[in-house]
């Protein structure tokens, strides 16, 4: 009886596609004296620089510079971060989550959300076991917020968490919300049609005639409501849905607040250009501003769902300063073209700098 032969398999076979598709985190407490160095590599897709930074930024990290590069489809990051106290990361929980957290990001991949196109319909409503929750935007005035709780408390709907921002007369919030006596998710759609246009009503008492000049005015900014979302989610991303729907409101069309004024006239004035790469094909994205944390997080989740491609980046800091320089595509490949549209990626990200330091609450 002839023998029989079987194939040769390699033992590390089995992890040879995680090798080669990532993402790979490699910590590193060595290198540098006073920061901690974190390096992903992993074949690129949209979006994954922001799942990584969303990461950093659940975690409260500090990020002092970074080295962005993802061409030929692959990703390679440099992040040097500190904890809360200005120090290296010597929690070894805390090295874990990051390599957890990072290392899953191409296993769950989920299309980023997107601002929706709301009009005055109910929104089909989802629910966690937890809660229900709403989202608003729309013109602000002074006092809104209260009427909004008020509102809900009279519906008999407890508020378990609320995060609201206000910029440039615009206002976008994000509340958690149960059954006041059962402490449930409310899941009746009578009930949940019935809080909703209530909240429409609030939200739409002595709107503005008329915001903004150019061509970006909007007359008669209309009142946004997206009705009820499920799921808890983590602290960035309902920051991403407060970005997304502050944008569907174009808050970055009104007039500076004096607040803001008074911001620029201490000397912290920031600086936002963006110029092309002909050579390259690449428009350059410079910014320079006050730092401060989740800065970061702010810009590349701005120009992701702006639907730009960031193929390089260059992030520090330096005496209370941040200095970033983004090297992008639209992503159907080309750069930004025309005037127009540069100027509006410029308003758009000044506004996305700015709406932390009009935060109204997060509670």
């Not at 700015?354 to 509670?363: A, D, P």
Request: charged share 25%; aromatic share 6%; net charge negative.
């Amino acid at each position: 009886m002839k023998n029989v032969c079987w194939p040769y398999f390699d033992p590390d076979f089995d992890n040879l596609s995680e090798r080669i598709y990532g993402p790979t985190v490699c910590i590193d407490n060595e290198s540098m004296e006073d920061c901690t160095v974190v390096k992903v590599d992993s074949v690129n897709k949209q979006g994954l620089l922001l799942e990584v930074v969303q990461v950093m930024t659940d975690l409260n990290l500090f990020i002092s510079k970074s080295y962005i590069s993802s061409d030929a489809e692959w990703f390679m990051d440099v992040f040097h971060v500190q904890d809360e106290q200005g120090k290296k990361l010597r929690d070894q929980n805390v090295i874990n989550c990051i390599q957890q957290a990072i290392g899953t990001t191409r296993e769950s991949t989920p299309s980023p959300p997107k601002a929706r196109a709301y009009t005055n319909n109910v929104s089909k409503a989802e629910h966690s076991n937890e809660h229900t929750a709403i989202e608003m935007s729309g013109t602000d005035r002074p006092g809104l917020l209260s009427e909004i709780s008020a509102t809900l408390a009279d519906l008999h709907c407890n508020i378990v968490e609320a995060h609201a921002w206000s910029h440039n007369a615009c206002l976008a919030c994000v509340a958690y919300i149960s059954d006041q006596s059962s402490h449930t998710p409310i899941e009746d759609p009578h009930r949940l049609a019935s809080i909703e246009d209530h909240l429409i009503t609030v939200l739409r008492a002595n709107m503005e005639p008329s915001i903004g000049t150019g061509p970006f005015q909007i007359k008669n900014r209309e009142v946004k409501t997206g009705g009820f979302l499920g799921g808890e989610g983590t602290m960035t991303n309902v920051e991403r849905r407060l970005h997304q729907l502050m944008l569907s409101v174009r808050d970055f069309d009104g007039p500076r607040s004096s607040s803001e004024m008074n911001i620029t006239e201490r000397g912290t004035k920031m600086a936002v250009s963006i110029e092309n790469c002909d050579q390259k094909g690449y428009s350059i994205v410079s910014i320079e501003c006050k730092d401060r944390p989740r800065l970061m997080f702010d810009t590349v989740c701005t120009l992701t769902d702006m639907q730009y491609v960031i193929f390089h980046a260059s992030v520090a800091s330096h005496d209370g300063r941040a200095f970033q320089e983004y090297f992008i595509r639209h992503d159907d490949g080309y750069p930004l073209n025309t005037e127009s549209e540069k100027q509006r990626v410029i308003k758009c990200l000044e506004a996305a700098i700015e709406r932390r330091v009009c935060e109204v609450s997060s509670c």
